[in-house]
């Protein structure tokens, strides 16, 4: 069965600390993603990465930041959290390979993330 | 902005009733998918329909495409308690990698 794990589900930070969310899926997929989901704004995609060592931007970028050093694992990192990043951050991922899963995306359960 | 829009925003129906979703996107997509996510929870995938398919089932649930008019409809029938939870609509662009998700239909089934 497929898994998409994150290492904590709650969190409380104080503004200012580093914050390491981290990601890891079971699939040997190549696509990993970060989304925040906020009520009323859905889910907002905040990196993305095709393969080992690539990153790319989503549609939030700033203030985050991500790793990916090892296939399997993805992770989000905020350089200094502030209270606007209090969020529940899912993790995801997916295969390139589109022929027999389209785009299917597999989410993590979610971290949620209070910035005291 | 959003790909795509799901509507209604929320819906309160009772048990044994059918539950009818409705997608909205804007540009040409490779397909479009289908997810539930319970409270507090991750998103899980339902079901996926091509951008040369019209209708897909799965189970109780039954989505329609209609490219023409760039929107699509998620079918819940024979509801039960269980449903209840947010369903989202997401399309991957064509020649892209990248899905969009809308703000979400929540689904609320009264036993």
């Known amino acids: 069965d497929v898994k998409v794990t994150q290492s904590s589900r709650y969190l409380v930070k104080r503004t200012g600390e580093k914050v390491f969310l981290e990601c890891v899926q079971d699939?040997?997929?190549?696509?990993m993603f970060w989304y925040r989901q906020d009520p009323g704004l859905g889910l907002r995609l905040i990196y993305f990465?095709?393969?080992?060592?690539?990153?790319e931007k989503g549609d939030i970028p700033e203030g985050y930041s991500v790793s990916r050093e090892k296939k399997e694992r993805f992770s989000l990192i905020l350089e200094s959290a502030s209270t606007n990043q209090t969020s529940m951050y899912l993790c995801?991922?997916?295969?390139?390979?589109?022929?027999?899963?389209?785009?299917?995306?597999?989410f993590g359960e979610g971290s949620w993330l209070t910035v005291v | 902005s959003q790909q795509g829009e799901e509507d209604p925003q929320a819906l309160s129906i009772q048990e044994g009733e059918n539950a009818t979703m409705n997608c909205s996107y804007k540009?040409?997509?490779?397909?479009l998918q289908w997810y539930r996510q319970n409270s507090g929870r991750g998103l899980v995938h339902l079901i996926l329909?091509?951008?040369?398919?019209r209708e897909k089932h799965s189970g109780r649930l039954r989505v329609t495409l209609d490219t023409s008019k760039k929107s699509s409809s998620l079918l819940i029938t024979a509801s039960r308690a269980a449903d209840t939870a947010s369903y989202f609509c997401?399309?991957?662009?064509?020649?892209?990698?990248?899905?969009?998700f809308g703000a979400g239909t929540r689904l609320f089934v009264k036993a």
């Open positions: 699939m040997d997929h190549e696509n």
């Open positions: 990465s095709y393969d080992v060592k690539m990153k």
């Open positions: 329909i091509r951008s040369n398919e």
């Open positions: 997401a399309t991957a662009n064509t020649g892209g990698f990248k899905t969009i």
């Open positions: 540009t040409s997509i490779n397909n």
């Open positions: 995801a991922s997916s295969s390139r390979y589109r022929r027999e899963s389209g785009n299917t995306i597999y």
